[in-house]
T-cell receptor, first 115, second 115 residues
Framework: GAVVSQHPSRVICKSGTSVKIECRSLDFQATTMFWYRQFPKQSLMLMATSNEGSKATYEQGVEKDKFLINHASLTLSTLTVTSAHPEDSSFYIC???????????FGEGSRLTVL | AQSVSQHNHHVILSEAASLELGCNYSYGGTVNLFWYVQYPGQHLQLLLKYFSGDPLVKGIKGFEAEFIKSKFSFNLRKPSVQWSDTAEYFCAVNAGYSSASKIIFGSGTRLSIRP
């Protein structure tokens, strides 16, 4: 099956610093990737839709200047949390579509802890 | 806007018991429906999906779900659960027809199986 890899799996940073999370589709080309955020014991909240070669589409309430998304190639999307604060601590998950409607392949997730 | 409701936050069953997890969605048009599962420490993965046709959908590991349009429901069922079914289950919906159509997740149901 299709494989999506995220890196890093865990990151701890100081408040005010920026953190970049990478999401790669390893064996298929992903025209669309989605970034989700998951709080403990809660569901996945869609943050943004990332389309290769164009600007990401952010969900209502998600600060696009805070969560920078770049989808520079068909196999790589990055999420940069800028000027991170403790409230940004969360589990961030990316997923990618290989073109089939609705079926997503998920990365392992990246746990961000901001001190 | 689309939304998904999962009524049970935590379900505890004994092995061999039958399972039904509720899922209701709100959207007036045609939808695609999914159940995803997240085993402890693993990625989200697709259990089954409904696009059209037979409203009774069979998925992996003996799971099935029934789409009842009049009730806006897509409940997940399994006749006899196993300890290995312990996981978090997410119902999801998308209303588009392209790979860029976003998927909205329910809040999840944690299933615990007693050996």
């Amino acid at each position: 099956g299709a494989v999506v890899s995220q890196h890093p799996s865990r990151v701890i940073c100081k408040s005010g610093t920026s953190v970049k999370i990478e999401c790669r589709s390893l064996d298929f080309q992903a025209t669309t990737m989605f970034w989700y955020r998951q709080f403990p014991k809660q569901s996945l909240m869609l943050m943004a839709t990332s389309n290769e070669g164009s600007k990401a589409t952010y969900e209502q309430g998600v600060e696009k200047d805070k969560f920078l998304i770049n989808h520079a190639s068909l196999t790589l999307s990055t999420l940069t949390v800028t000027s991170a604060h403790p409230e940004d601590s969360s589990f961030y998950i990316c997923s990618a579509s290989s073109g089939g409607v609705g079926e997503l392949f998920f990365g392992e997730g990246s746990r961000l802890t901001v001190l | 806007a689309q939304s998904v409701s999962q009524h049970n936050h935590h379900v505890i069953l004994s092995e061999a018991a039958s399972l039904e997890l509720g899922c209701n969605y709100s959207y007036g048009g045609t939808v695609n429906l999914f159940w995803y599962v997240q085993y402890p420490g693993q990625h989200l993965q697709l259990l089954l999906k409904y696009f059209s046709g037979d409203p009774l959908v069979k998925g992996i590991k003996g799971f099935e779900a029934e789409f009842i349009k009049s009730k806006f429901s897509f409940n997940l069922r399994k006749p006899s659960v196993q300890w290995s079914d312990t996981a978090e289950y997410f119902c999801a919906v998308n209303a588009g027809y392209s790979s860029a159509s976003k998927i909205i997740f329910g809040s999840g149901t944690r299933l615990s199986i007693r050996p």
